[in-house]
T-cell receptor, first 115, second 114 residues
Framework: DQQVKQNSPSLSVQEGRISILNCDYT??????FLWYKKYPAEGPTFLIS?????DKNEDGRFTVFLNKSAKHLSLHIVPSQPGDSAVYFC??????????????FGTGTRLTVIP | EAGVTQFPSHSVIEKGQTVTLRCDPI?????LYWYRRVMGKEIKFLLH????????ESGMPNNRFLAERTGGTYSTLKVQPAELEDSGVYFC????????????FGSGTRLTVV
């Protein structure tokens, strides 16, 4: 039973345009959300996070938006660059409420930025 | 600082055999996590060590999997006997403290059971 869902397996975007990656979750106990980026043959790399007390967090070209009522978050990359081409994983945890540190991941979205 | 090191990077074994995966965390990181990604699916939590103690092993699929972290340094994950459905990429991650998500990931061990 998957608690974090990324319904788009792939996304292609032109260089310079905005990339929007979406993620939905079902567990209302989740209170901390993360995005990871993964290149082939490498492990996931932490990109950006947001706690449930916020609805937006920005770091350079990357912004994560959280809509708790819809149980939805999204990652915006502006402007997109060819080096952003990778698989992006959404992850969530209930660490604040439960103290547990395990993360629940989505299946990933493969982003291709076309030069 | 050196990253999280996992080996072997690839392992192909026959059903019924035993395989041991190793993870060397970043020096000084008390927290060590094991995750697994089965082909095309989500990355799933297996367990979490704090130093040498198992903090949470709720994700371990069954008793064919045994994880150890003697001395609170490197960790091993043994699968015995291996089954076809154990194939996937096994990731290890480490962090200095909790509350950092999974911390820094290694490159993973790709296990293929034939």
């Amino acid at each position: 039973d998957q608690q974090v869902k990324q319904n788009s397996p792939s996304l292609s975007v032109q260089e310079g345009r905005i990339s929007i990656l979406n993620c939905d979750y079902t567990n209302s106990m989740f209170d901390y959300f993360l995005w990871y980026k993964k290149y082939p043959a490498e492990g996931p790399t932490f990109l950006i996070s947001i706690s449930s007390i916020k609805d937006k967090n920005e770091d350079g070209r990357f912004t994560v938006f959280l809509n708790k009522s819809a149980k939805h978050l999204s990652l915006h990359i502006v402007p997109s660059q060819p080096g952003d081409s990778a698989v992006y994983f959404c992850a969530a945890s209930a660490r604040i409420q439960t103290g547990a540190n395990n993360l629940f991941f989505g299946t990933g979205t493969r982003l291709t930025v076309i030069p | 600082e050196a990253g999280v090191t996992q080996f072997p990077s690839h392992s192909v074994i026959e059903k019924g055999q035993t395989v041991t995966l190793r993870c060397d965390p970043i020096s000084g990181h008390d927290n060590l996590y094991w995750y697994r990604r089965v082909m095309g699916k989500e990355i799933k939590f297996l367990l979490h060590f704090v130093k040498e103690s198992k903090q949470d092993e709720s994700g371990m699929p069954n008793n064919r999997f045994l994880a150890e972290r003697t001395g609170g340094t490197y960790s091993t994950l043994k699968v015995q006997p291996a089954e076809l459905e154990d194939s996937g990429v096994y990731f290890c991650a480490s962090s200095r403290s909790t509350g950092q998500g999974a911390g820094t990931f290694g490159s993973g061990t790709r296990l293929t059971v034939v």
